[in-house]
């Protein structure tokens, strides 16, 4: 009797948890939808980018079971083999990309390298962002995150710079990104970098050359298969209104669908080349500086070392001094301007110069040179010669010691 009322109590205790677990599915279930839907619902003022407490935990929610190795090309060519009729076709993952130049630093002759602080905005469709149908109203709400755990937990394409030498992200006074989640899973990624190009230049003409160079871009693991960068089709690259560069002058930017060279990791096989973009800019070197610094200074030294043919032809220290001086001051000048520019094999523009200087100083010491041994030979024949008068006496004198004559 005992184990009867025993067995009939458990019974009842078990019929009592399982209604209870029951409950608080149903209720965890109900709660959830209520979030859904009110994240869902339009805002009663204007759309705004801060993200409410539900729309943060909509994302948590859809951050569960997001794996952010999987592209979103793969992610929609998986739904595709689920579901044959699934509307979106996957592969390829689209990427458009769009620079902002906010500054230039100097053009480095000498390392042949550039700076530049430049905004990277890079957009993409994610359908796991993807919340249905939207009403009108509520298509321009959007959620700003700059959050590091959840910026980390996206996935993000593997842009990088093929000819960087150098790059710093700004941290001032937080970490300078942005990623911007849209209603019909419009993903925007932005970063503000420091980067340093290198820049091959031809010095042939330097100072007066004009040179090409480039912003490349490309994916570093993804194929073009998997990831395709393409430029943004309203305005794929601008320029901070006023920007200038110190010693150049931008005469032309131009952005192009592919690099200089093809981007390739592995091997030269069409199946594992990288998706790369790339921005030509055509500089033309400033003048004014070079006139001031090169030109002039080696010009009037060579005006100075021409004084010394209004010197006295006997004034041999001055003319001498005055030409060696010279000499040696554009030697000078020659060797500083080298000393800034990379060792290069072929003759420069500026060479020409300063060795047509260096020659006309030296000519100058020549002329020196010569005008002064002329100038003693002329001399020594202007002398007059000693003259015997015919009345002089010629005698000979003969020495005579002890009987011997000398």
Known sequence: MNVTRWNMLANWCAIFVLGLVQGLLVLCQREKIV?????????TEAPSSHPSPSAVSFLDDLLEDY???VTPGEFLSHLRELDPDFPFAGGTTHVNVELLI?????VNADTMDYDAELYLRQSWDDFRFHRGQLPHDHNNFHLDLNDADIIKAVW????????AKQG????VAVPNVLLRIGPK????????LKLRFSCMMDLT???????ECYIELASFARTKNDVLLRWNDTKPLSFNHGIRMANFKLEHAQYLDACVRTTTLLHNAPEHERSCLSVRLSLRRAFGHHLVQSYLPSLLIVVISWVSFWLDVDAIPARVTLGVTTLLTISAESTDKQAALAPVSYVKALDIWMAACTMFVFCALLEFTA??????????????????PDDVAHFTCVYIADGAAY
């Open 35 to 43: 979030r859904q839907r009110r994240f869902l619902e339009p805002p």
């Open 67 to 69: 794996d952010r190795r």
């Open 102 to 106: 906010r500054s230039f630093g100097a």
């Open 156 to 163: 993000k394409p593997d842009t990088y710079f093929p000819n």
């Open 168 to 171: 710093e992200f700004h941290y």
């Open 185 to 192: 899973g419009r993903v925007l990624y932005v970063l503000r």
């Open 205 to 211: 003409s330097y100072p007066l050359d004009t040179q």
């Open 371 to 388: 005008v002064s041994y002329l100038a003693r030979l002329r001399s020594r024949e202007e002398r007059p010669s000693p003259i015997v």
